[in-house]
């Protein structure tokens, strides 16, 4: 907040962390923003980086209040291609209302005789994601969609709860947020890192990133494990027999063979 | 999206092998240049997909946000409107009224205060879609700002530090202040 002046465009909210998978306090943002505007009449919108979490919050957690429930919030994106369930590469933009979005930016285009409002960063486009989103609405339905992503969160609590019984690993999160979580190594364990558990992991095929957290905490480095559609029960038990079965000869290592110098970055 | 750049070493020779595939043993066609002429449809599936085979197993990665299942009706729909371009919506309205309809519904599941005034589009991805909610609070805020007489030329935007990359992006349109 005290970051926040007169130049301050609007503060932007995260639904949720890619790193750990945990979601950003929205609610309490607004409130926090509420008193600064009583304190010295800045009013300053919020806008919501759903990418992930708008799909999964109204189906799991529909109490939680992160949406245009909350006055301050001004727009929401989401990704269609994410927790929206369709192949790459739609997303969306939803402003709150018609005021939300200046007129001035609205492009009119004459084409074909008629005159169309858009709004975008780029112009041609197939039509096949959105109509694939349309689909996956009728299809799913508000149960649907609460049965999809509440058996990722199934999965990723229980896969994270396996994990942390392991020993060698400790939970960072616990996938129950975003379907999504972050473990590291316990204490004391000094001979391999983050980035030999992902080698190895990747022997079988496993993509299990390793990576180094943002500033502030770049000495801290961990795993994450991403859960979505298709990903079921059984996959995640072959992970974890896979995680085991690497374990022995990691612990018996002398010293580490990787670290984040020596890693591919790792960025979504 | 991959940039092609000279710093980035090319992978392998400058011919791809098109052996061993349909008895063709010992022929060669240029990997970095067009080649010289046709060739059978068949033949030049078979290469591009034997070599997307190297690509990793989607079902293993869990790594990845992105949606890497869709249901083959999905699927079977998807490939009737590759060839429709989102852009030409007097030509295509139909799916110009679906694209309409997703936004009613996203504005309602997010509780807008009235989804039937709903405003919003669809995008390439998230990123693009974040990009254009900063613009608009860019334009906003100039308006203010002009409203009030003052200048327009330093904004900035609030971020946690785990905000993804594309805030660093639109640093254009806004400079992030993280705590």
């Not at chain 1, 949720?16 to 505007?37: H, M, N, R, W």
């Not at chain 1, 992503?149 to 996938?175: C, H, K, M, N, W």
């Not at chain 1, 859960?227 to 038990?237: E, I, K, N, Q, Y």
């Amino acid at each position: 907040m005290k970051l926040c002046d007169e130049n301050t465009i609007g503060v932007v909210a995260i639904l949720g962390s890619t790193f750990d998978g945990s979601y950003e306090p929205v609610k309490e943002i607004c409130a926090a923003l509420d008193a600064l505007e009583r304190e010295s009449g800045l009013d300053i919108p919020v806008h919501v980086d759903g990418a992930s979490g708008a799909m999964i919050a109204p189906f799991v957690d529909p109490d939680l209040e992160w949406d245009f429930r909350l006055p301050r919030v001004a727009s929401i994106n989401t990704s269609g291609h994410k927790y929206g369930l369709v192949y790459p590469g739609v997303g969306w933009i939803i402003w709150r209302d018609t005021e939300a979005l200046p007129d001035d930016l609205i492009f009119w285009v004459n084409y074909l005789g008629d005159n169309m409002p858009t709004f975008a960063l780029n112009f041609s486009r197939p039509g096949a994601q959105v109509v694939a989103q349309y689909y996956t609405f009728l299809r799913l339905g508000f149960g649907g969609f609460r049965r999809v992503q509440g058996y990722a969160r199934d999965v990723a609590t229980r896969l994270s709860a396996r994990i942390a019984e392991l020993g060698p690993f400790e939970l960072l999160t616990r996938g129950d947020e975003l379907p999504v979580f972050a473990f590291t190594l316990a204490d004391g364990i000094e001979n391999f890192t983050v980035f030999d558990v992902s080698n190895a992991m990747r022997e079988r095929g496993w993509q299990v990133p390793a990576y180094t957290f943002p500033e502030n905490r770049t000495d801290l480095a961990a795993l994450r494990v991403v859960v979505r559609r298709g990903f079921s029960h059984d996959l995640a038990d072959l992970l974890v027999h896979d995680l085991e079965r690497q374990l022995p000869r990691l612990q018996k290592q002398p010293a580490p063979v990787h670290d984040a110098t020596t890693w591919t970055a790792f960025a979504h | 999206m991959t940039l092609a750049h000279p710093k980035t070493p090319r992978q392998g020779k400058d011919e791809l092998g098109v052996a061993p595939l349909f008895s063709l043993e010992g022929m060669t066609i240029p990997r970095h240049s067009l080649p010289d002429g046709e060739m059978p449809p068949d033949v030049a599936y078979q290469i591009v997909h034997d070599e997307l085979m190297l690509d990793g197993n989607a079902r293993l990665n869990v790594a990845t946000f992105v949606s890497t299942w869709m249901e083959p009706q999905a699927e079977k729909l998807m490939a009737e409107c590759f060839d429709k371009n989102m852009i030409d919506k007097d030509e295509y309205p139909q799916t110009a009224e679906l694209e309409t309809r997703c936004v009613a519904i996203l504005s309602n599941l997010w509780h807008a205060p009235n989804a039937d005034e709903a405003t919003g589009c669809s995008t390439t991805g998230s990123s693009e879609a974040a990009m254009l909610g900063g613009l608009a609070l860019k334009r906003r805020w100039q308006k203010r700002r002009a409203a009030d007489g003052k200048p327009g030329s330093s904004p900035t935007t609030g971020t946690s530090r785990c905000a993804s990359s594309r805030w660093r992006a639109s640093v254009s349109t806004s400079r992030p202040r993280r705590p």
